[in-house]
């Protein structure tokens, strides 16, 4: 019967680990998290975890579920991971990891001894990709463990997204979704499936085609958790474990977001705006679109790399005052950063912040700026051109994905930390001059990878009728004409002009680190 079933996702994050459990109705019947750890050097640059430690924390936060749930746990009818996106585990051929795995936001560069093909550099050149080609090749994770641990290298069989390692853990099968490709490997994102050697970007990765590993079209079924699995984690043997996506995809699968008319954006470490479309589009030249969880579909994404990171780094090098204040009303720091960013005009009296914390793929040489500053601005002034900044960066990256695709998004779904602020939300209403709402959770991910799960079982014909049970909506915050206006001529006569007037600096600065000068 309809609404007795339940989907179990397991949401494996940069630093923490839930088990998320969905209604077919679209309720969140029950979340356990359990915090992992993330080694991240000072020197290099380097952010590694143990995906083994990982599986463990999968196996806690799902028996602390089974333990709620009595005898609702034997209406789980299915099981998928979703996680995070650019970050590789290493395995041998029995499926044992033979390094830590590399995570997003690690750094490290290797200059590769081998030279490209010459019939390739002479193409890169002729496009304009050789830049491109340049940073994929110093910056691919699969190059620097090639150069600098030939001995890992040769022991690892397959190079797989954590996914696919939880996936194997669960079923047996070193497999994952096609819409979880999301990294510096050779993933045909055309074609949805694994470059062929005679692909002009393949020799970039220098990864042979027999190191990856096995993928699978979205809501379909991967395989089914095994004895081992099921002794472990609690969950009933044969249990099918399907293939949802990488979080963002999940995301925009999670709030309605699968035509054109509506827009995904991510208020998470990294935020993002992502689209769904029919066709293949290139969110920018040489970025690629990645595959939806949406079947047969695809997600061009605009990404700010550390988007709503940059708040807590605020909050934690400005805010001591609004922590302290927070911590005597017994609320969160945001809440406070929030009301006092209340009081602040839109525009935040000239104050711009470009936020390019994080280098792009064709921007490697961007950094982060904050111009216009006076005397009359506070550190309030500097908290709300933050998120005024980022919510231009992601405008800029949503008109150009607009134009590309020949659409026109007419409306705004938000998720991710971020979006439980109404202050933010209303800001981003303003700024996209479109209505923007939120759905019933914020575990937007999770519920993305239980409609999955659902339609792979047959409870739903398609992602249409799932969304009409599964996803509602809760809030809804529309644009003021008159702050959408000052923030209009601002992103028009200013935001869009900085990256071009300052790019030479960027690019001085960038050389400088190149030839280790600072």
């Not at 997600?299 to 940059?310: K, S, V």
């Not at 949503?398 to 134009?403: A, G, S, V, W, Y």
């Not at 695709?405 to 991710?416: D, E």
């Amino acid at each position: 019967m309809k609404g007795k079933e339940l989907a179990l996702i397991f949401d494996v994050g940069t630093q923490a680990t839930r088990a998320l459990v969905f209604d077919t109705a679209g309720d969140l019947v029950f979340v356990a998290k359990q915090n992992g750890e993330l080694y991240i050097s000072d020197g290099d640059q380097r952010a590694e975890a143990d995906c083994e430690s990982i599986w463990r924390d999968m196996c806690k936060v799902s028996l602390q579920a089974k333990e709620k749930l009595g005898e609702r746990w034997k209406d789980i009818v299915a099981v998928s991971v979703t996680s995070i996106r650019n970050s590789l585990v290493f395995v041998d051929k029995e499926g044992v990891p033979t390094r830590p795995a590399i995570f997003w936001l690690d750094k490290r560069e290797v200059d590769c001894p081998d030279k490209l093909p010459l019939f390739n550099r002479i193409l890169y050149g002729i496009v304009g990709m050789k830049e491109v080609v340049s940073v994929q090749r110093r910056t691919c994770y699969t190059n620097w463990v090639r150069v600098n641990e030939p001995e890992v290298w040769q022991k690892t069989a397959k190079i797989v997204m954590p996914a696919a390692y939880y996936t194997f853990k669960l079923t047996g099968e070193l497999a994952d979704s096609k819409a979880g490709q999301a990294a510096k490997f050779p993933y045909d994102y055309r074609k949805r499936n694994w470059m062929s050697p005679r692909g002009l970007t393949f020799p970039v990765f220098g990864t042979p085609v027999e190191k990856m590993g096995k993928i699978v079209e979205p809501c379909t079924v991967i395989g089914a958790v095994t004895a081992r699995a099921a002794a472990e984690c609690g969950i009933a043997e044969g249990t099918p474990v399907v293939a949802s996506g990488a979080d963002k995809a999940c995301e925009t699968f999670g709030v309605g977001a699968t035509d054109g008319s509506v827009a995904s954006v991510s208020y998470g470490t990294a935020a993002s705006v992502q689209i769904t479309t029919d066709k293949y589009v290139e969110p920018t030249p040489f970025m690629p679109a990645y595959t939806a969880v949406a079947p047969g579909k695809f997600n061009p994404e605009i990404q700010i790399f550390r988007g709503y990171w940059m708040v807590s780094w605020f909050r934690e090098q400005f805010a001591l005052h609004e922590q302290e204040e927070a911590k005597a009303r017994g609320v969160i720091p945001e809440k406070v950063l929030d009301e006092y960013m209340e009081s602040i005009p839109p525009g935040s009296k000239g104050l711009l912040v470009q936020p390019y914390w994080g280098p792009g793929l064709t921007t490697p040489e961007a950094r982060g700026l904050m111009m216009g500053f006076s005397d009359m601005h506070t550190r309030h002034h500097m908290y709300r051109a933050i998120i005024e900044g980022i919510d231009f960066a992601l405008l800029e990256g949503l008109e150009n994905m607009e134009r590309r695709a020949g659409i026109k998004v007419k409306r705004i779904a938000l998720s991710g930390g971020g979006s439980s602020s109404n202050a933010v939300c209303q800001i981003a209403a303003d700024i996209f001059n479109r209505e923007v709402f939120r759905v019933q959770t914020f575990e937007t991910s999770g519920l993305g990878a239980s409609i999955a799960c659902f339609i792979a079982m047959g409870v739903f014909k398609d992602g249409k009728e799932a969304a009409e049970h599964m996803i509602h909506l809760k809030d809804s915050f529309k644009p003021d004409p008159a702050r959408a206006a000052v923030y209009r001529e601002l992103y028009e006569k200013a935001y869009v002009k900085i990256y071009p007037s300052v790019r030479h600096i960027y690019f001085n600065i960038y050389n400088m680190n190149k030839k280790g000068r600072l």
